[in-house]
């Protein structure tokens, strides 16, 4: 509006934006002095910190009782499909056990060669001779017999599903709810019913890498059918293709990249199931030695085994992802007929060193056993020089960070922890650094100022022992303030549901220790990434780790955590750490490069020096990518927590374990369950702040 009438009302009336920030920073200073009040009144109401007994529901013995008859039924079915699936992969293994080592090398060697050219190539060779030198071949052998089992189970199952999803539209929603169920739930929730199910033995673990590694070629199918151009139909149609000839001679072949990247994700999936496989499947694959090496707690053996996988599963991702595009990014070094010469040279070459004698494809173990001395050797040598050093780390971090989220400073502030007392001068002092850092926020944020006095709240008590009211309203008004509503309410619901059924505590020690391992991945990550948006020298080094780090199976990463802070808390905090620092580096420097080159120049040009290009630019510019990282960095360390469980922890992830250990699947799916909930709640607040920010940006 032109003229003086609407210059006046500009002035005087506050912008919508404006309006909404200063409405919700209101609401969170209500929830402060709402959250101060239950926090003083714990000592009148002791209730408001532990949630009393007698209002928690049976939910657990309700599970099972709804649970065990339906198992009892099936019982027989799953007994029958254990035997059935026994035959293939006894077979499988044989035919990989019985073919020479230098034969599966050629064939290797020609596959990665098709997929990526000479240098993959060379890495094959050199990956399977190490698995060789080590002693592992037949262990290695019969891993790959379970991923040649499951991979293409989960290939056919996944396509089916994004198929029917393609074609009736309304399973996409419910599809993709049970597909999130799938991914966030516990690995190891799905070890109890299959137990039950199908009895001990790998046929259980097959069917439990099946549902793991299922998702992800669902998704890929969906997408990829979904995204094929409509010209490229409307040609088919125009040709006379039957609707079924539409699908598989025009659909299907449009989407064969991505629905090949599906399978490049389907089979590391599986591959990182073999360790939790083989707790369940007494299998002598490689899951089992590194399972049978952490129990016996022997470093090297560990150590060794541990990385003959993350070779594997680097190999493998390697060559199918080289296989995937071939066609689209370049053409294949090595033709199909070339590939099917040097696949029949290899069976020749297989066939002759078995006439010539057993003796011809005999495996070197005595090179392994002699790695394994020389790194046992090694590893106690290093350990016993750093051993000091480590305990101080550790030291300083559970008693400087880990006690005070556990316990809070009134319980971390006493002489048996601290050595100190907390006397009302020095909560008085503690009370005042807080207020000055909110008033510090209060010109930038009031939301912001809020949060620091709630993370104070939150640092006097410790997480478990915060009054359990207060936490829901602070989860509700999160949800609501990335979501709106309705996420609220189904946040709340969550939270309540967790409380209520008797697994609050657990819980409070799943989100004390994750918070403590996002904070550190992101503030270690972070800068990780902000360097290698700098600087192309670190990107280039820092790939090959996150690609390593991303390949490894859960379990190795327990490995080194043991190795050097023996079991603990601690323990599990540097592999949940380990897990899930990849996030953090990769979407911060993707987010920093692809901010717009003119935004960058803008700014130089108004003289802003580096610091102020990188915090007040490229930063800003960059936080929906940012936040997606957190997203997937929360999503990673609530994935590891049953891992993690195994090394001492008193989490959700450890009812999940004791669950197994008692067969008791009303626990495990409830553990489970929560654990799923709290990942998928996280996931959709995160992606409406980023959503959020995303559009003020564009707008």
Not at 128 to 148: D, E, F, K, P, S
Not at 226 to 233: E, H, Q, T
């Amino acid at each position: 509006m032109s003229g003086p009438g609407g210059a006046i009302r500009a002035r005087t009336v506050p912008p919508r934006g404006a309006a909404a920030a200063h409405l919700a920073g209101a609401r969170w200073l209500w929830l402060v002095l709402a959250c101060a009040a239950l926090v003083l009144l714990r000592p009148a109401l002791p209730w408001l910190s532990a949630f009393p007994p007698d209002w928690q529901l049976p939910v657990a013995a309700w599970l099972n009782g709804l649970t065990m008859p339906v198992f009892s039924w099936l019982r027989p079915f799953g007994r029958a499909a254990a035997l059935l699936l026994d035959y293939p992969l006894g077979g499988i293994r044989a035919g990989l056990q019985s073919i020479a080592w230098p034969s599966l090398v050629l064939i290797v060697a020609a596959l990665a060669l098709r997929a990526s050219g000479w240098r993959l190539a060379a890495f094959a060779v050199a990956s399977l001779t190490y698995v060789v030198l080590c002693g592992y071949w037949r262990q290695a052998m019969n891993t790959l017999a379970i991923v040649a089992i499951s991979v293409p189970l989960s290939v056919a199952v996944g396509f089916a599903l994004g198929a029917m999803a393609h074609r009736w539209r309304r399973l996409v929603r419910p599809l993709e709810a049970v597909l999130d169920l799938m991914q966030t739930l516990p690995a190891f929730a799905y070890l109890i019913p299959l137990l039950i199910l199908f009895g001990f033995g790998p046929s259980a673990g097959l069917v439990a890498s099946l549902l793991f590694s299922a998702p992800p070629m669902v998704r890929n199918t969906m997408l990829g059918l979904r995204l094929v151009p409509a010209d490229i139909l409307e040609s088919g149609v125009m040709a006379g293709c039957t609707p079924r000839q539409t699908f598989w001679l025009v659909e299907v072949p449009s989407a064969m990249p991505r629905l090949l990247l599906g399978i490049n994700q389907t089979c590391m999936a599986a591959l990182s199931m073999v360790i939790i496989v083989a707790i369940i499947g007494g299998f002598d694959d490689m899951g089992w030695e590194v399972l049978s090496a952490m129990r016996r707690a022997e470093l090297g053996r560990s150590l060794l085994s541990g990385s003959v996988i993350v070779v594997i599963a680097i190999l493998l991702d390697r060559i199918t992802l080289g296989l995937a595009t071939i066609g689209r990014r370049r053409a294949p070094r090595l033709g199909r007929r070339g590939l099917a010469r040097a696949v029949a040279a290899a069976l020749v070459l297989a066939v002759a060193l078995r006439i010539l004698g057993p003796a011809a494809d005999l495996l070197p173990d005595a090179s392994g056993r002699n790695i394994l001395e020389g790194l046992d050797r090694a590893l106690l040598a290093f350990v016993g020089a750093t051993d000091a050093q480590f305990n101080l780390l550790r030291g300083a971090i559970t008693y400087g960070v880990m006690l005070p989220l556990r316990i809070g400073i009134e319980g971390a502030a006493t002489p048996a922890v601290w050595g100190v007392t907390l006397t009302p001068a020095g909560l008085a002092l503690y009370a005042g650094a807080v207020g000055m850092i909110a008033l510090l926020l209060w010109r930038h944020s009031r939301a912001g100022a809020a949060a620091a006095l709630l993370a104070g709240l939150l640092l006097y008590t410790g997480l478990p022992g915060f009054p359990w009211i207060g936490f829901v309203l602070i989860v509700a008004m999160l949800a609501h303030a990335g979501a709106g509503p309705r996420l609220a309410l189904v946040a709340a619901a969550v939270v309540a549901g967790i409380l209520v059924s008797g697994l609050w505590l657990p819980f409070m020690q799943s989100v004390y220790l994750c918070a403590i391992a996002v904070a550190g991945c992101l503030a270690i990550g972070g800068g990780l990434g902000v360097w290698a948006a700098q600087s192309d020298r670190v990107s280039q080094v820092l790939r090959p780790v996150c690609d390593a780090l991303q390949t490894m199976p859960q379990f190795v990463f327990l490995i080194p955590a043991l190795m050097l802070f023996r079991v603990g808390e601690f323990t599990a905090l540097i592999a949940i750490m380990l897990y899930a620092i990849v996030p953090p580096i990769r979407y911060v420097e993707q987010g920093l490069r692809g901010v717009p080159a003119d935004k960058i120049e803008a700014a130089r040009q108004m003289g802003t020096t580096p610091a102020q290009l990188l915090w007040q630019v490229r930063v800003p510019l960059a936080w929906p990518a940012i936040l997606l990282g957190m997203n997937q960095t929360i999503m990673a360390a609530l994935s590891m927590l049953v891992i993690a469980a195994l090394v001492g922890t008193r989490d959700l992830g450890q009812q999940v374990y004791v669950a197994l250990g008692k067969a008791d699947p009303g626990l495990g799916l409830l553990a489970g369950l929560a654990i799923a909930a709290v990942a998928m709640v996280s996931d959709r607040i995160l992606r409406g702040f980023a959503d959020r920010r995303r559009g003020g940006a564009t707008a």
